[in-house]
């Protein structure tokens, strides 16, 4: 059966409280699709879907949740029960999940944890948020250098079922300083008698426990890897897994996007934030860019004589300061972006701007030949000039509010994000206003 089948039925059999076939059907689909399935359920019903299904699935199923979906599906499980439980997750999963809880239950957790278990969850969780130390693993092979490939095997064997990969295998001395890799396909090959040492490259793409984890995921989106190893000093301590930095890239393109919209960061996904953190979030700069858009009422009134003189030019108004928002919104987004992915640096600026001129010239005269028509036909010759004129340079000032804002705002040590939509629309508006009316001043003889 498809998933939307079986996950239609579960939906049902979870209402209908029939353990049995919620068992069944939890059996046919795979932890993310189990999560998945929960993220439309109550708490109570994904805390039954759980305790449905064995325990390295629902350890699996548990990390697939959002973090207010997994506290609310362990709030009423026993503290044995949910020790067990947490033992079986992923060691970057568990960390994740144990900073969530409050301080009282964080304390009673601990105590019920495996003694090995609970000192590397607490290893992991002193590391900073947003840092390589706060996403790593410390479920890798390490194997010492001086083993022999034979050896080696023989390690892994025993314990690769513990491990978030043994593709990759990490080689160290016997003070635990990294040395190097060599991937399993180099061991399998390699005569069994070849030390490790022999076979691994020296040369490795490492991160240390204090790189943001935004340039982790850029440095394996880079390489391609399929692990970074993380290192503290000369020891390797973790690594991040490229379906961590998946997760990293995903959450920093949507923040950025936020930022975009002038919407701050919204902790736990959209579909569980409370109404009162959304409004948080949208109100400041809504109100701020309230009294941004002053600029442009300013620069009507301060026209008003032109205005009334020719009162056609009222109905070209938001076509022109719109462009102008339009085109600026465009460029900023594009520099934003380029900016992220690294692709657009701060000395670009100079050579980016000549280009954006061009660019904004030819976008202007395109929209400034096509409303030029409407503006003939609406009111005359006159007018039609002053409005295709109006849009050209509208349209190249707003661009270059677009391009430069970013790289403002990366000069000051902000987020460029930060230049979004909305504000580089605001401040084009009000440019928009005045290069309007005061072209429409000097044409007309005003």
Known sequence: MSYSIIAAELHKALQDQDTALVETLASELNPADLAQVGHHEPASRMAVLLHCVPLDKRAATLGFLEPQ?????????????????????????????????????????????????????????????????????????????????????????????????????????????FLGTVSLREIILASSENQLAELMTEEVIWVGIDTPQEEVARLIARYDLLALPVLEGERLVGIVTYDDAMDVAEEEATEDMHKGMSIGKIEGG??????????????????????????????????????????????????????????????????????????????????????????????????????????????????????????????????????????????????PATASAPLVTSIADASGVLIYFAIATAVLGL
């Open 270 to 415: 959209l579909r569980s934030a409370s109404l009162l953190d959304l409004y948080r979030k949208r109100v400041m700069w809504l109100v701020l860019l309230v009294f941004a858009n002053i600029f442009s009422g300013a620069g009507i009134a301060y026209f008003e004589e032109t205005i009334e003189a020719y009162i056609a030019l009222v109905f070209f108004l938001p076509l022109l300061v719109d462009s102008g928002g339009n085109a600026g919104s465009q460029a900023a987004t594009l520099m934003v972006r380029g900016m992220a992915t690294g692709d657009v640096r701060s000395r670009d600026w100079a050579r980016l701007l000549g280009r954006e001129v061009f660019v904004a010239a030819g976008l202007g005269l395109t929209m400034a030949l096509a409303v030029s028509v409407v503006g003939i036909f609406r009111a005359g010759t006159e007018i039609a000039m002053v409005v295709a004129m109006s849009m050209v340079l509208i349209v190249i000032v707003g661009s270059l509010i677009g391009m430069i804002l970013p790289f403002i705002l990366n000069r000051l040590g902000w987020d």
């Open 69 to 177: 979906e997994q506290l609310a599906a362990t709030a009423g499980m026993p503290v044995s029960e949910l020790a067990e439980l947490v033992a079986h997750m992923s060691a970057d999963e568990r960390v994740d999940y144990f900073k969530q809880l409050d301080r009282e239950r964080q304390q009673t957790l601990l105590k019920a944890l495996p003694p090995t278990v609970r000192d590397d969850l607490l290893k992991l969780a002193r590391h900073a948020e947003g840092t390589a130390g706060a996403i790593m693993t410390s479920a890798f092979m390490a194997i010492p250098a001086y083993y022999s490939v034979a050896r080696a095997m023989q390690t892994l064997r025993l314990k690769g079922a513990d491990v978030e990969t043994i593709y990759q295998v990490y080689c160290i001395d016997t003070s635990g300083r």
